[in-house]
Nanobody, 121 residues
Framework: QLQLVESGGGLVQPGGSLRLSCAAS????????IGWFRQAPGKEREGVSC????????NYADSVKGRFTISRDNSKNTVYLQMNSLEAEDTAVYYC??????????????WGKGTLVTVSS
């Protein structure tokens, strides 16, 4: 079965950048829509972005449009999230999962550990 592992989180100043990686530790993600989700303290988990297998279709939450870019390298079995112009409101644990592109919803049995992004001065 497909197993995904998130990495790349850390502490960054407001206005800074960070790149997250979602790698398949087992299975192949190259045939699936894969996206990013996040959960901030005290808030519901929300969809951030989703990308089609070829990268030809992408979708973003309104809150991150123009700042975040999702991409993938199927030869490396990895999906990325480039996060620019980070704001304090972006602080959250970020997860990756199979997704519905239009709805930005997860198609998942259980969540992984995620990677923590903290935006703070």
């Amino acid at each position: 079965q497909l197993q995904l592992v998130e990495s790349g989180g850390g502490l960054v100043q407001p206005g800074g950048s960070l790149r997250l990686s979602c790698a398949a530790s087992s299975g192949t993600l190259g045939y699936l829509n894969i996206g990013w989700f996040r959960q901030a303290p005290g808030k519901e988990r929300e969809g951030v972005s989703c990308i089609s297998p070829s990268g030809g279709r992408v979708n973003y939450a309104d809150s991150v449009k123009g700042r975040f870019t999702i991409s993938r390298d199927n030869s490396k079995n990895t999906v990325y999230l480039q996060m620019n112009s980070l704001e304090a409101e972006d602080t959250a644990v970020y997860y990756c999962a199979r997704c519905g592109i239009s709805s930005l919803t997860a198609i998942i049995n259980s969540w992984g550990k995620g990677t923590l992004v903290t935006v703070s001065s």
